[in-house]
């Protein structure tokens, strides 16, 4: 599999090579620049195949032959949980990708890069320095503990993780580091961002990001996609819309890559507050706010990263940025939706799934199936669902454990040179 640097076409790599170096010159995103479809019939025929058997097969397709000669395996490994296709509303099914380690739709794309980076790395040094709004860090941490060789330091905007996410991240000790920042996600990414120039650091520390810009976490969550509409009947798989929350975009821009593979759906783009692409669709100024916080924390991010991703693939593709629906949604009415849902069907949103099923019920045509991504459990919620609709979800007894154990944590201000002294000087990563 070839990619090209997004920013500096120059710049070509293999996918071991994406995935070893995670971003381009000049920040750079890697990309494919051209996408070879399967057939109808070879789609019908990876539709009528389980989850693991079919990922296999896709991702071979994507990354080729010659590359990651144990692919079937980790794959195997990594994907040793459901994706059900659950019924919730009229016409309407939420794809649950929270039944992972984690709970959270990220620990799809997470376990599968943990092992390919493994058996790519061989000899060299790695550390892992990831930004997390909420439920990376903690798929990410769980994905890399006690994966040998490779250490993980973790940053989080302070206040703004959810008690139980922070305990995710924060509860594992050994090769996994919690840094929590005095600043908001998008300063956390920042910081990410100034390491990977800072060149000779980089070098010392063997410095990889597990963010959605590395492509094995895009490429990983491509399988659910196909996984979700080989779970209905074939007569309503040729009318499927997916909803996708988004926040740094790297969720849909797999599943448009599942759209340039064959597969047959048609995109809504769901946001809260942080409203940058829907303003953008809606009046072609590409015009970021400050950040604002929101009870779906996950997506509370103004400078989409993956944005350059979903332009370049529509550009190879021929399609129109006009053919998206789009919306955003308050937290007043992400909660609303919540239990309108929950008193009408019984279904329990938690508030990315919420912001999600409401965009997808407001843009659903007749006729039409819709999947809206589930990406959390709603047990990672729980304050907010409990408090919303009046009830009192019980935490999975796993999760529950992790609650009660002490958070080793180191606290700092978003200043790249402090970063880069704790992780030379009191971590010795360097060495
Ligand atoms: C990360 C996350 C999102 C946003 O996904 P992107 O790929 O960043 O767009 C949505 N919901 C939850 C629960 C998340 O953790």
Redesign the pocket.
């Known amino acids: 599999m070839e990619l090209v640097n997004l920013k500096d076409s120059s710049e070509r790599v293999s996918f071991a090579q994406a995935v070893k170096q995670g971003i381009g010159k000049e920040q750079g995103l890697f990309f494919v620049e051209k996408i070879e479809s399967f057939s109808d019939s070879e789609i019908d025929e990876l539709l009528s195949l389980d989850l693991v058997t079919r990922s296999q097969k896709v991702l071979r397709h994507l990354i080729g032959s010659d590359e990651i000669p144990t692919l079937e395996n980790i794959i195997a490994d990594a994907f040793n949980f459901k994706a059900p296709l659950v019924k919730a509303d009229d016409n309407t099914y939420c794809l649950e990708l929270f039944h992972g380690p984690t709970l959270?739709?990220?620990d799809f794309g997470a376990r599968f890069m943990a092992r390919v980076l493994s058996s790519i790395i061989g000899s060299d040094k790695c550390t892992i320095l990831t930004a997390t709004?909420?439920?990376?860090g903690a798929a990410v941490a769980d994905a890399f503990y006690h994966q040998d060789k490779i250490n993980v330091v973790v940053l989080y905007p302070k206040g703004m993780v959810s008690p139980l996410q922070e305990s995710l991240i924060a509860t594992l000790g050994d090769n996994i580091k919690a840094v929590e920042v005095n600043a908001p996600f998008d300063n956390c990414q920042d910081m990410v961002k100034t390491a990977f120039d800072d060149l000779e650091f980089k070098q010392s520390v063997g410095l990889n990001s597990a963010n959605?810009i590395n492509v094995s976490r895009l490429l990983a969550?491509v399988c659910y996609y196909f996984e979700a509409v080989s779970q209905l009947s074939k007569a309503d798989r040729e009318k499927v819309v997916f909803s996708?929350?988004?926040?740094?975009?790297?969720?849909?821009?797999?599943g448009l890559i599942a759209k340039a593979l064959g597969l047959k759906c048609r995109f809504v783009i769901a946001c809260n507050a942080n409203d940058t692409v829907p303003r953008y669709l809606s009046t072609g100024n590409w015009e970021p706010h400050k950040t604002i916080a929101t009870i779906?924390n996950?997506?509370d991010?103004s400078r989409?990263n993956?944005w350059p991703r979903v332009e370049a693939l529509c550009k190879i593709m021929g399609w129109s940025l006009s053919d998206f629906d789009f919306g955003s949604v308050s937290d007043e009415n992400t909660k609303q939706n919540m239990k309108a849902l929950y008193e009408k069907t019984g279904y329990i949103l938690?508030p990315?799934a919420s912001v999600a099923h409401k965009v997808l019920s407001d843009n659903l045509k007749d006729g039409e199936i819709g999947i809206f991504?589930g990406?959390?459990h709603p047990a990672?919620f729980k304050e907010e669902v409990d408090a919303t609709l009046g009830i009192d979800l019980p935490l999975p007894k796993p999760l529950a454990d992790r609650m009660n154990l002490e958070k080793q944590k180191k606290l700092m201000d978003a200043d790249f040179a402090t970063l880069k002294s704790y992780m030379l000087d009191e971590l010795k990563l360097g060495d």
């Open positions: 959270a739709f990220k709004s909420g439920d990376t959605s969550q996708v929350p988004c926040g740094n975009f790297g969720n849909i821009t797999a779906s996950a997506m991010i989409p993956n938690e990315h991504l990406t959390a990672k």
